[in-house]
């Protein structure tokens, strides 16, 4: 059965935990009162980590479809938190980039995004937590090379 397989318990877990935690990291954005949703809030951090994506890029880091990451990002422009620039290897497209307001976005949310690790890592020694840490970054390169 595979409830009681070893690799389908770590599975189950794994994404489980995931799940509650990206709700708990998106209730506390939804109470920051910012008007940022959890999809913008993702988007900006996806966009700061890969600074001057294409959307089409940012939506396949994202996992999401091309129409929802323009929604996202016409919504962020209007609040004056991201800007398209034109690609200079292709004048059709065009690059994403975060503005200097994004550091207000981060003063707010950082903290809470902290609160909800800090709540998901509740009891677990430093050693173990740098140890999670670690793992879950080999198996984001492992899945990554895959991709």
């Known amino acids: 059965m595979l409830a009681e397989d070893n690799q389908s318990s770590a599975v189950f877990l794994l994404t489980d935990a995931a799940r509650l935690l990206?709700?708990?990291i998106d209730r506390c954005v939804m109470e920051c009162g910012?008007?940022?949703?959890?999809?913008?809030i993702r988007t900006l951090i996806v966009i700061s980590r890969h600074a001057g994506v294409r959307q089409r890029?940012?939506?396949?880091?994202?996992?999401?479809e091309?129409?929802?990451v323009s929604s996202y990002i016409d919504r962020l422009e209007?609040?004056?938190?991201?800007?398209?620039?034109?690609d200079p290897g292709d004048r059709r497209a065009k690059l994403v980039h975060v503005t200097e307001r994004l550091s207000e976005v981060a003063a707010a949310v950082g903290p809470l995004i902290g609160?909800?690790?800090?709540?998901?890592?509740?009891?677990?020694?430093?050693?173990?937590r740098k140890a999670?840490?670690?793992?879950l970054e080999r198996v984001r390169q492992?899945?990554?090379?895959?991709?």
């Open 34 to 40: 910012l008007g940022l949703t959890p999809g913008l």
């Open 66 to 68: 091309p129409m929802t």
């Open 57 to 64: 890029v940012l939506a396949e880091k994202m996992d999401v």
């Open 78 to 86: 209007a609040m004056g938190l991201v800007e398209r620039r034109t």
């Open 115 to 128: 609160t909800a690790y800090e709540r998901a890592m509740d009891g677990i020694d430093p050693y173990a």
């Open 132 to 135: 999670v840490e670690q793992a």
């Open 22 to 24: 990206r709700g708990e």
């Open 142 to 147: 492992n899945l990554s090379r895959a991709a």
